[in-house]
C-alpha cells in the first residue's frame, strides 16, 4: 500500500488462504481495492522451497501479474467510495421463556462474530452499568484502539464485553489495565499472525487476594472466576472491540493456546522470596498491577515446564540449565518463572537477587539483564517455566479507578 | 427503520455479517407469554481511513524497472526469481530492483525503503511469503 500511495503501481502476491485476510488488511490501511492475485496455497507452502518447484505456480501467475500492472484502473478502483463507520445498535431476541431467548441470543452473537464459541452472559444495559460501577473512570472514555481493525475501546464497549465473558464489577478495573497494556501503542500484539501467538496476563499487587485470584497450584488453569473470565473479558474485547475472527483477519494456525481465556493468574507473592515482579520494574508493593506478554505457541520457549513437579527430583542448577536450552536469542527477552520451592532453592544456591537470576541468564544469551523477567508462580510442588517473548510485548500497567476493592483505586 | 427492526440492526464494518444471522434477526414482536433480551452491542466503532485510489497503471511493461519486493517469509523469495526470469524472457529491456523487503510481520527496517523504491521503480510487486 504504500508504495501505492506514493504513486507506483503495483500488485500483491498472496496465498489463496491469505485472501480474505489480505483483503481486510488492505481496507484497514485505506486502499481495499488493490490488486491481488493469488497462488494457490495447497500448491504454494508444498512448493515454495525452491526455485525449480515454485517455477509452475510463478509461470500461472504471470499474466494476472501483467494484467494488474497495465490494465487501467476503473472508476472505482481510481476513486473508491469513502468507507463508512455504522453504527452499532443493540442487539434483540424474543423467545418462549427465558432458557430459549438465551440460546437465541447466543445463536445470534456467534453468527455474527461477535462470541468466543461458548455461551455468554446477556450484556443487558443493567449488567454493563453494574459493571461499570466497579471503576471511577467514565464509559465514554477511550482506552484505545484494538487491533485488528482498531475499533475504538471505550470503558463501556470493555465493559460489555466483561459482562459476557461472566466477569464480576469487581474485576473491572484489572480488564481495563490490561486493555490499556494490549492498547499499548509501543504493544506488538500479533493477534492475527499465523505464528498462533498468545497472552500472558499476571497479576500482581493487592487485588490478587482481594478478587480471589489463583495463583498456586493450577495457576494456568480453570476454576476460579477471576482468572478465567478476567481473561476471557480480554479475549471477547480484543475480537469484538478489535473486529477479529478466525481464519478471516485472525490467521492463527493451530489457534491461540488457551484460546478462550489467555494465561491469567497471579504472581505468587506470598511464596516468592524476592520482591514481587511489579516492583522490580518500578511499582510500589502496594500497587496493584496487571502485565500483558505476547508470548509464541507450542514452540521453543512458549511454556517449556523445567524441574521435575511431583515426579522427579531437581535442583536449582538443573532448573537454570533446563531454562537455558530455549534461550536461543539475544534480542528478545524471556519471562522465567520458578515455582516457589525452585526459587528458594536458587537464593539457597547464591542467587540472592532477582538481579542475579538476571545476569545468570544474560550471559548465557549474551543479552541485556534487564531482558529477563523474573517471576515465581504455581505452588509447592510446581513446575519453573520459560516463555520468550519481544520486547515491545511485554507491558505492565497499574490497575486504577477501582470501587468495590480496597486496592487498585 | 420501525423500531424492532432498528434494535435488530446487528452491524459490523468490513467482517462479513451472515445473511443467515439477519434474517433470524427480524422477529415477530413479543407476545406477552415470551422473554425478550436486549443486550448492548459488543463491536468496536471503527473510523475508517480516508479511502484511498490506486495508483494510475503503466501502459506497458517495456523498458520499466520493477521493484520485486517481499516479507522475507519462506518461499517469497524464489517466486520472485522465478518472476524475475520469466518477465525478463518476455521484456528483455526490463530492470529489477531486488533489495527492498520488510522484516517477517514488521515494518521494513530502513524507514525511508518504500520512498526509495517509489523513486527508484515504476511498478511493483509484492510477494507475501504467507
Partial sequence: MQMEKLGVPGVLLVSSQFLNDAKS????????????????????????????????????????????L????????????????????????????????????????????????????????????AMLKGTTRSRDEVIGKVPMKFGIATVEKIAINSVMAGAKPEYFPVILAAMEAFCAGEFWHMMGSSGSFTLIIMVNGPIAKEIDMNSGIGFLGDCWRANSTIGRSIRLATRNIGHTWPAENDMGLVGRPSPNTFFTFAENEDMNPWEPYHVSVGFRKEDSTVTVTKVGSYIGASGQKVGGGAVATWSAQSILDGMAQYTTSKVGGYYTWFHPEGAQALIDAGFKQRSDIQSWFAKKTGGSPKNISVAVTGGVPGYSMIWGYELNAHVTKKISGATLTKAGR | MNALMRCFAVAA????????????????????????????????????????????????????????????????????????????????????????????VQPPKDPEMYKKAAAECRAFIFAMGD
Fill in chain 1, 25 to 68: 488488511a488492505a481496507g484497514d490501511w485505506a486502499m481495499p481495492g488493490i490488486r491481488i492475485v493469488t497462488i494457490p496455497s495447497e500448491k504454494w507452502y508444498r512448493f515454495r522451497g525452491t526455485v525449480e518447484q515454485v517455477r509452475p505456480l510463478a509461470e500461472a501467475a504471470l499474466e494476472p501479474i501483467i494484467k494488474a
Fill in chain 1, 70 to 129: 497495465t490494465t487501467p484502473l476503473t472508476p472505482q478502483e481510481a476513486k473508491p467510495r469513502q468507507q463508512t463507520s455504522q453504527p452499532l445498535l443493540p442487539i434483540k431476541v424474543t423467545d418462549v421463556d427465558y432458557g430459549d431467548a438465551l440460546e437465541r441470543l447466543n445463536e445470534l452473537l456467534l453468527k455474527n462474530h461477535m462470541a468466543d464459541g461458548l455461551p455468554v452472559v446477556p450484556a443487558t444495559r443493567k449488567a454493563v452499568d
Fill in chain 2, 13 to 104: 464494518l468490513f467482517v462479513n455479517l451472515l445473511p443467515l444471522a439477519a434474517a433470524e434477526s427480524m422477529q415477530t414482536p413479543a407476545k406477552p407469554s415470551q422473554t425478550t433480551l436486549e443486550v448492548l452491542n459488543p463491536m468496536g466503532v471503527i473510523e475508517p481511513p480516508a479511502t484511498l485510489g490506486l495508483s494510475p497503471r503503466v501502459s506497458n511493461l517495456a523498458g520499466i524497472k520493477i521493484a520485486l519486493m517481499h516479507n522475507n517469509k519462506p518461499g517469497a523469495s524464489n517466486l520472485l526469481d522465478v518472476l524475475q526470469d520469466l518477465l525478463k524472457k518476455k521484456y528483455p529491456d526490463q530492470s529489477y530492483a531486488r533489495g527492498y523487503q520488510t522484516q517477517p
